[in-house]
């Protein structure tokens, strides 16, 4: 049986004779006079493909076993009613095919690329779904990385013929080390720029792969790994980056050549604006810490004791004021942020009171006394916090709390 797939690797339907038929676990394998059906192999992954017979009826492979001598077993559902000598048509699916050879063929050109700029060889390969990962030896900067993205296109440009091939030749010369076999083994070769051992399926040209890009990069373990794309892959990537970018330009009243400095100037506003909100802020919480200060009640000699009810505050400032005054003073805050659903509590007391007053636990307190309130959450010994039901509640919620941190001297 011949391998149709290596020789005419762009012909996605074949029509050819059944000359056995293995059953095996309720399938049968279909043993072809000619095989299109690649069945995965060097890190690519296998045709999706069926098989239509007699009737008409169009079944999917669900996997072929290769077999170097006989030929491969294309297993289809043991119910399909083949025989052996029927004409059947095989179809793959196009699309696939041709996506993962654009991956793979990329994959042995930037190989290629990293080998000859800079000495570097792969040591893995995974071609996924949406994204293929290269292994590379070394670590790489952004401009190395923009060397080699460059190089590999101008290799797509230039039409060099990806010849594939078996190869008997023991002296040959490849950038890895071939394996260790008696059989011929199937070679890969791009011109000048790489010449491997590989048993996957490739493009004719290095014109038809049309484009590559490299994603992003990272380091991984001693190496570098790269994301990358080929083809439609790539072309879609850039074209959708394009439309985004042209959506920003737009956004800012600039062009490809001002784009950069008017994002830097973003970046500085936004800086000085948070500058300038952090101040505000601080001048708030101190205006408003002062006047609770003010306010409340002096316990033990030198404790001030804090309650304060607010209505649909933020929480982020509410919690910031009561961090800012039990860090600032030796104070007891109890407040509550009034919202039309699950009003929020928040207990908290400076830790500098434990060492003098160790019976006072705000966690404790909370547990308490939730019950008045329906609150839930809780706490730690100098904070607590959570949300509670019966807002009408809350003043006795407070003042028992008060009663008890009064009554623990």
């Known amino acids: 049986m011949e391998k149709l797939y290596y020789r005419k690797r762009y012909l996605d339907s074949l029509e050819t004779t059944v000359k056995e038929i293995v059953p095996l676990n309720g399938q049968i394998g279909l043993r072809l006079e000619e095989d299109i059906v690649f069945p995965g192999g060097g890190g690519q992954a296998a045709d999706i493909a069926s098989i239509t017979g007699n009737s008409n009826k169009i079944f999917d492979i669900l ?45 042995h050109i930037l190989s290629g690329c990293f080998y000859k700029l800079f000495g570097r060889n792969t040591t893995g390969l995974h071609i996924g779904q949406s994204v293929s990962q290269l292994d590379i030896e070394g670590l790489f900067d952004d401009e190395m990385v923009a060397e080699i993205e460059l190089y590999a296109n ?11 091939y078996i190869s008997e030749d023991d002296n040959i010369v490849t950038r890895r080390k071939l394996p260790d076999t008696d059989n011929g083994i199937r070679i890969l070769k791009i011109g ?13 040209n290095t014109r038809d792969l049309k484009l590559i890009k490299i994603v992003r990069y990272y380091k991984n373990k001693n190496g570098t790994r790269f994301e990358y794309l080929v083809g439609k892959r790539a072309i879609d990537f850039v074209l959708k980056r394009e439309f985004v970018f042209e959506k920003i330009l737009n956004l800012y009243s600039c ?5 950069i400095n008017a994002l830097m100037n973003e970046r ?9 909100k952090k101040y505000l802020e601080n001048k708030l919480l101190l205006t408003i810490s002062n006047e609770l200060i003010g306010s409340g009640e002096t316990i033990f000699g030198e404790i001030t004791l804090i309650s304060k009810v607010f209505s649909n505050d933020k929480k982020w400032f509410i919690e910031d004021l009561a961090k800012y005054i039990t860090e600032n003073n030796r104070a007891i805050v109890l407040i509550a942020n009034e919202k039309e659903k699950n009003t929020e509590i928040l207990l908290q007391c400076s830790k500098s009171i434990f060492d003098e007053h160790p019976m006072i636990n705000m966690g404790q307190l909370w ?40 009554n623990e001297k």
Request: proline content about 0%; overall charge negative; glycine content about 8%.
């Open 154 to 164: 101008e290799i797509i440009q230039q039409s060099i013929e990806v010849e594939n």
């Open 255 to 259: 062009n490809e050549d001002t784009i």
């Open 367 to 406: 547990k308490e006394n939730s019950h008045i309130v329906r609150a839930k959450g809780g706490g730690s010994r100098f904070l607590a916090q959570g949300v509670c039901e019966k807002t009408e509640e809350i003043s006795v919620f407070f003042a028992n709390i008060e009663n008890s941190i009064k």
């Open 63 to 107: 996997s072929v076993k290769e077999d170097e001598l006989s030929g491969n077993l294309h297993y289809v559902d043991d119910s399909s009613g083949f025989n052996v000598g029927d004409r059947v048509n095989v179809n793959i699916d196009w699309k696939h095919r041709e996506d993962n050879m654009h991956q793979h063929s990329g994959q």
């Open 192 to 204: 000048d720029l790489d010449i491997n051992a590989c048993c996957g399926i490739h493009v004719y």
């Open 268 to 276: 500085l506003k936004k800086d000085e604006f948070a500058l300038e």
